[in-house]
């Protein structure tokens, strides 16, 4: 009977870290292999990485099906630190697929693919993404956001002879290290105002603070507000997007895939985590107005600075700002049923096509020397394969159906109305319009355009290998929906209990 308790509380404390003793296993492997191996044999470490990542994410996907429902874990655990449900499980299996695919396409990038240590970095802000995703306390909340954090300002500057690479590096990290304050001294007020710090247990005696105190409720507006500018960093939101282009262009291309994709998810499964359970009922109105209206900028200011871009990687992180602006719809809305689901079917069909878009940009770039939107000519002709991937990506992106966008935008639309805000979902519209003007220009560029260069591309087994994965994953989601979104409105029930 003794042995059979120590075996509930075992599998009680190792399931929902599962994917962390993955990734730290994992992680020891790569740096001893990085450290015995032959240099001209360390590519097998980027292989190793990646491999074992997919391998993580599939085991904690096994795992997780099976063991999240379980009763056990209907309250936070680890002391409070984490929750184990099935919004945790959708967004880690996002970041442990974006970390994996993040290796394989570093491969071969020239000063990238052999470095151990630059497996090792996308490993630990992996883990501490995953963690992010389960975070149930602001201790981790904080802890898991910095360690993220941290690694991807080392990955930004990682190439440090190039002056881009090392110019991205340090803006990441100075506009990083002030929001971070921001945020922190944010947290600070929260715990000094409640004496509690497990998010769950925050909204009732912010409740009282703001009902029954003038001062109170001015403090803690202000906590909130200061929440807002961390997260609106880490998720690109205007007008705390400054550092997006910039480093976007600056760092090396699978790091800005990474960015883009896997810490954009987990900061959102953190935002909705924290401010769904943070606003009290009675302020929620107006704290989703103001979220609103950071939307509406957004999406529009994204989209706009989008038109006029010639480079790429420029074009996409303005991309990228429009998209959190798209996503912001969901947060606008969790007080409606389609508010989380619409967020993680969103975030899932964005992080597989973000990641085709930059590989496509990874290898035009290794043969053409240049990011420029121009040097995309004759794509077509070169590559056709390449050029129907990355019109996958733009016209997903862009929200044209049956591509996984189309569903994506379709469920964010649909939670703003069902929330309330159908200006909202009549502004998103008409900026996805605006946006389909500068993805159609880069088709027109890879399909009309004529070029001096007509040899082939060549595309290596890895680039062949993820545009394998994400493009098939891009049109799975999108001409089946009804699984995927099955999934989400399961993550999203699986909080909703714990929302005010």
């Given at each position: 009977?003794?042995?059979?308790?120590?075996?509930?509380?075992?599998?009680?404390?190792?399931?929902?870290?599962?994917?962390?003793?993955?990734?730290?296993?994992?992680?020891?492997?790569?740096?001893?292999?990085?450290?015995?191996?032959?240099?001209?044999?360390?590519?097998?470490?980027?292989?190793?990485?990646?491999?074992?990542?997919?391998?993580?994410?599939?085991?904690?996907?096994?795992?997780?099906?099976?063991?999240?429902?379980?009763?056990?874990?209907?309250?936070?655990?680890?002391?409070?630190?984490?929750?184990?449900?099935?919004?945790?499980?959708?967004?880690?299996?996002?970041?442990?697929?974006?970390?994996?695919?993040?290796?394989?396409?570093?491969?071969?990038?020239?000063?990238?693919?052999?470095?151990?240590?630059?497996?090792?970095?996308?490993?630990?802000?992996?883990?501490?993404?995953?963690?992010?995703?389960?975070?149930?306390?602001?201790?981790?909340?904080?802890?898991?956001?910095?360690?993220?954090?941290?690694?991807?300002?080392i990955l930004a500057g990682f190439l440090r002879d190039t002056p881009q690479s090392a110019e991205a590096g340090i803006k990441y990290y100075l506009f990083g290290a002030f929001t971070a304050g921001l945020f922190l001294y944010g947290l600070s007020l929260l715990y000094g105002f409640t004496g509690v710090t497990n998010i769950y247990a925050l909204a009732e005696p912010l409740g009282r603070q703001m009902l029954g105190d003038a001062n109170g409720s001015f403090a803690l507006a202000l906590a909130l507000l200061l929440l807002v500018a961390g997260f609106g960093f880490k998720i690109a939101a205007v007008p705390f997007h400054f550092w997006t282009p910039d480093v976007y262009q600056g760092a090396p291309t699978p790091v800005t895939a990474f960015i883009s994709t896997a810490s954009k998810a987990a900061s959102f499964v953190l935002l909705?985590?924290?401010?769904?359970?943070?606003?009290?009922?009675?302020?929620?109105?107006?704290?989703?107005?103001?979220?609103?209206?950071?939307?509406?900028?957004?999406?529009?200011?994204?989209?706009?600075?989008?038109?006029?871009?010639?480079?790429?990687?420029?074009?996409?992180?303005?991309?990228?700002?429009?998209?959190?602006?798209?996503?912001?719809?969901?947060?606008?809305?969790?007080?409606?049923?389609?508010?989380?689901?619409?967020?993680?079917?969103?975030?899932?069909?964005?992080?597989?096509?973000?990641i085709t878009a930059f590989t496509v940009v990874i290898i035009v770039s290794n043969a053409t020397g240049s990011d420029a939107i121009k040097d995309f000519a004759g794509l077509s002709r070169r590559s056709p394969n390449l050029a129907l991937a990355m019109v996958l990506a733009l016209l997903s992106l862009s929200g044209v159906p049956p591509l996984a966008g189309f569903f994506g935008k379709f469920f964010l639309f649909a939670a703003a109305v069902d929330a309330g805000y159908v200006w909202l979902a009549i502004v998103a519209v008409l900026n996805a319009i605006v946006a389909l003007y500068?993805?159609?220009?880069?088709?027109?560029?890879?399909?009309?355009?004529?070029?001096?260069?007509?040899?082939?591309?060549?595309?290596?087994?890895?680039?062949?290998?993820?545009?394998?994965?994400?493009?098939?994953?891009?049109?799975?989601?999108?001409?089946?929906?009804?699984?995927?979104?099955?999934?989400?409105?399961?993550?999203?029930?699986?909080v909703a209990s714990t929302l005010p």
């Open positions: 009977m003794f042995g059979a308790e120590n075996n509930i509380q075992l599998y009680q404390i190792v399931a929902p870290i599962l994917p962390e003793i993955g990734l730290l296993i994992l992680l020891l492997i790569v740096l001893s292999a990085d450290l015995f191996l032959a240099p001209s044999r360390r590519r097998s470490v980027g292989i190793v990485a990646a491999v074992g990542s997919l391998i993580v994410m599939a085991a904690n996907l096994f795992v997780g099906l099976g063991m999240v429902n379980d009763p056990v874990f209907a309250q936070p655990v680890l002391g409070g630190m984490l929750r184990y449900d099935m919004l945790a499980l959708i967004f880690r299996t996002m970041v442990l697929l974006a970390g994996g695919l993040t290796c394989l396409i570093a491969l071969d990038v020239p000063k990238l693919g052999q470095q151990g240590e630059f497996h090792a970095i996308v490993l630990v802000a992996t883990m501490g993404m995953s963690l992010m995703s389960a975070a149930s306390d602001l201790i981790m909340v904080f802890l898991a956001l910095e360690t993220t954090s941290i690694s991807l300002y909705v985590r924290v401010f769904g359970a943070v606003w009290p009922e009675a302020a929620a109105p107006f704290w989703m107005s103001m979220l609103a209206a950071m939307a509406t900028i957004t999406m529009t200011l994204g989209n706009l600075l989008a038109l006029i871009q010639r480079d790429i990687k420029r074009m996409l992180a303005y991309s990228s700002v429009a998209q959190a602006g798209y996503t912001l719809m969901g947060v606008v809305a969790l007080q409606s049923d389609w508010g989380i689901a619409s967020v993680a079917f969103y975030m899932f069909m964005y992080v597989l096509t973000n500068y993805y159609l220009t880069v088709i027109k560029v890879m399909y009309v355009d004529e070029t001096e260069d007509t040899s082939p591309i060549h595309v290596t087994q890895a680039h062949t290998a993820v545009l394998a994965i994400t493009g098939a994953g891009i049109l799975i989601i999108g001409t089946v929906a009804g699984p995927w979104l099955a999934w989400a409105i399961s993550a999203a029930d699986s």
